[in-house]
């Protein structure tokens, strides 16, 4: 079976292999100890009520049997117009927040802007606007214009500028110099090199993520209602509020074709688009 | 079209109108037009709530740091961060099996169709509606966060993981099988190689997404930050919401941070 | 068409390894790839299976370990039937083969002295698998193998996306040699290489084959190299043996019929 000759193998110490460098090991199993600490300190101090676990079966249980029947009449009372208020709320949002990061996502892009201040106030825009929750960009927008769509229309914007603003920066970065150079070289005026050279290598990537937000904010938009922002939301507060559980479950069973639905349209139209 | 070409006809032009385009362009500026009034988002709505945006923003300078405050902050806003690792924990170590599940060129039709409509499901619900389910199934606190966070984590993860196992080369994949090894030692040296640094890179991002949610499930009772920040909102205590949301953001950061260095480990 | 060299076939009762009767595949029901392949594969030397591309070459190969399912037919190795195997037995079999690919195929992410012992996934348990805690035997027969390969220590950790076409080819030979096969079967080895890579890999394949005794059965395309390197040349044409016999017989006419017209000759 094997042929090397047994005075190679006696000569030479056994060969040790280690599928790491002690650096990699150090740092992977910094990581690997540092989570374990992590899940068991929030296992130790996260509040269990034991009762309430063994409850929990028998609670579902009941919890479906209260929703089922669904009150349909509930539907055309208020399920409808909110729903369409939820549709626009997300819909109008997304093209708001395409609005606002196309100029900033060409600020933020470090080919097209030559100037780190510029850049790098774009990219503070960005994370600022991914870190804060769509729920309390809505908490914030009820204060100032008050309950209603508005307010949901608005956090849904600037919750997505971050999103939009970085993935579209990064696909501009990513585009290819030699059609811009080309149009650079003949002189072209700069708004020329904008829509001739960096807009047509990026366009697809652009509508793909607005379509990939848009389907997000579909999603988001739908709870926007629990603090007052308008949609769909509002209607499932009141019904929570009440304990009207057959009225919760037809409005969820809503929000989940509503779902359905749009992650079909939105698979069609990238695979029409893109 | 079929028809040849007329001695005399006109070449295209070079630059024909795209038609459907235009019309798809139009419509959207209809359809802005259209919503913007049925949902009464008017100027007039807009300028006046910029006043109140005045009023509002005077109310939350300075932040409030109260020595009370803070400590009722501090508690919540471990929680979440407790909420956040319990959920990414156990959400990653139940997507890595149905992920691969949910893999076509792994798995028969008779596992990954059953996989991709559970993973469907997990996804189609905000992870805020989810809580409010779990709260009544389980009662008030964190460990309905926690799981409404896992479905979350399993609808974004899983589904991602099983796009990443279906890329892969499935001819490293056959050679190894050809080796004669077993199925787990296939996963083990042919297919996990080829993912598990997309499978890291999906976990740490799912963590600041986990961290962001968790600030929120608190509202409808899922434990955490959001029940004390949701309080301080509807009591108009602006300065302690500004406190709070400084925090939030802060740690967010700080955790994007972390998360890209991780990263980096496991390329 | 007639099985032209249906004499040159080893009598039946030879120190035959490997026995393949009457062997079909049909991908789409109708359109059989390999139309009734009888072949008895010695117990040494390189065999060689030359023929148009196509032509089912590669078929014959991955029937032979099961990476493809055949129609029909038996495939004898080692005293059993690996047509009829499923599931562990097949697996237990399939040890006893290895195979070196076109395009190495090596895991690109894994070094190369792990994919030299992914040739030992047959044998070691998972947890061993998973943790790279292989066998020390294994380990030093890993690093001897990679020398006898002639790439020598400084390869066993490098990455296989790192490596050049010759030197993959070198490591997937190691993998294979690795499985301590009975059997190597190599598909088109050489033909993503350069010609002089290209002879490098079949001197090396040549070398291991008499030096170890194992034999290996070559799908190659390129007469030149079947010729100089094989002891036995099977020529195939639209799924049959026209051909099967020692490289000084396989005259102008024998190619012909393989590979159809005489225009390229």
Redesign the interface.
Known sequence: MNALSPVTQAAKPPRVWHRFTPAERIGRSMVYVLSAIAVVWSLRTIEVIPEFLYDAPEQTADLFRRMWPFDWAFYPEQVHDALIETFHIATLGTLLALVLALPLAFLAARNFTRNPALNWLAQFIFVSSRSVNSLIWALLFVAIFGPGALAGVMSIAFRSIGFIGKLFSEALEEAQKGPVEALTATGAPRAMILVKGYWPQVEPAFWSVALLRWDINIRESAVLGLVGAGGIGVALDASLNNLYWDQVGLILAVIFSVVVVTEIVTSWLRARLI | MSAPAAPGRLRPPAFPANWPARLAWAG?VI??IY??S????TLA??I???G??GH?LSRMFPPNMAPDKLALIYTGM??S???A??AT?AGVLLSLPLGLAAARNLAPVAVYGPARAFI?IC????P??VA??FV????F???AG?LALIVATMGFVAKLFAEVVEEM?P??V?????????F???L???VF??VM?RFVGLTVYQFDSNL??S??VG??GG?GIGAP??TA?QRFD?DV?LTI?II??AL??LC?LVSGR?RR??Q | MTHAASAATPAEGSAGLLAIRHLRKEYRAGQPVLKDISLDIEGRGVTAIIGPSGTGKSTLIRCINRLVDPTSGEIWFEGRDLARLRGDALRLARRRIGMVFQEYNLVERLSVIENVLSGRLGYVPAWRAFLRRFPADDVARAFDLIDAVGLGEDFATRRADQLSGGQRQRVGIARAIMQSPGLILADEPTSSLDPKTSVEIMELMAQISRERSIPIVINIHNVELARRYAQRIIGMSRGEVVYDGSPDGLGDSHLKEIYGGEDWL
Do not use: C, W
Not at chain 2, 123 to 126: G, L, Q, V, W, Y
Not at chain 2, 136 to 139: C, D, E, F, L
């Open positions: 959207l359809y802005t919503a913007t049925v949902l009464d988002v709505r807009f006046a709530g910029l109140n945006a509002f471990v929680e961060l407790q909420i690792v319990l924990f469907a996804r189609s619900f905000h805020v509606i409010i389910l009544k199934a389980v009662g606190g964190a460990l926690v080369n001819k490293q056959e050679a190894v099988r050809a080796t004669a090894a077993p787990l030692n296939v083990i040296m042919a190689p080829q640094a962001r949610n600030t929120m509202i409808v434990g920040l949701f909102y602006y919401v949301l939030i953001v967010i950061m994007e991780v480990i496991f």
